[in-house]
Nanobody
Framework: QADLVESGGGLVQRGGSLRLSCVAS????????MKWYRQCPGKERELVAS???????TYADSVRGRAAISRDNAKNTVYLEMNALKPEDTAVYYC???????????????WGQGTSVTVSS
């Protein structure tokens, strides 16, 4: 079973909205911050937003004011809602977190398979 599974991507017109979902395994959801990254064509992967277990959110400057990250603890799911989408938001969006693997606190980074978002102009 995959630790993180994203969904919700697709083709959206400029100015539109969408909501991405990331369903996490129990071990992935209960630990560290949950994060959304994206990789735009020809660019490096960048952090878009993150949310702590307590619900504290952070955002990249490029999406602040247009994005909202949230988590549903009952569903082990993290969401990323984005509004006023621009063509430059076109990217593959990935869910990420760290999973602690032993009592010493060693961890591994886990990634979902990504969900593709295309914003047309």
């Amino acid at each position: 079973q995959a630790d993180l599974v994203e969904s919700g991507g697709g083709l959206v017109q400029r100015g539109g909205s969408l909501r991405l979902s990331c369903v996490a395994s129990r071990r992935a959801f209960r630990g560290d911050r949950m994060k959304w990254y994206r990789q735009c064509p020809g660019k490096e992967r960048e952090l878009v937003a993150s949310i702590s277990t307590a619900g504290t959110a952070t955002y990249a400057d490029s999406v602040r004011g247009r994005a909202a990250i949230s988590r549903d603890n009952a569903k082990n799911t993290v969401y990323l809602e984005m509004n006023a989408l621009k063509p430059e938001d076109t990217a593959v969006y990935y869910c990420n977190t760290r999973v602690v693997v032993n009592v010493e606190g060693a961890f591994v980074e886990v990634w979902g398979q990504g969900t593709s978002v295309t914003v047309s102009s």
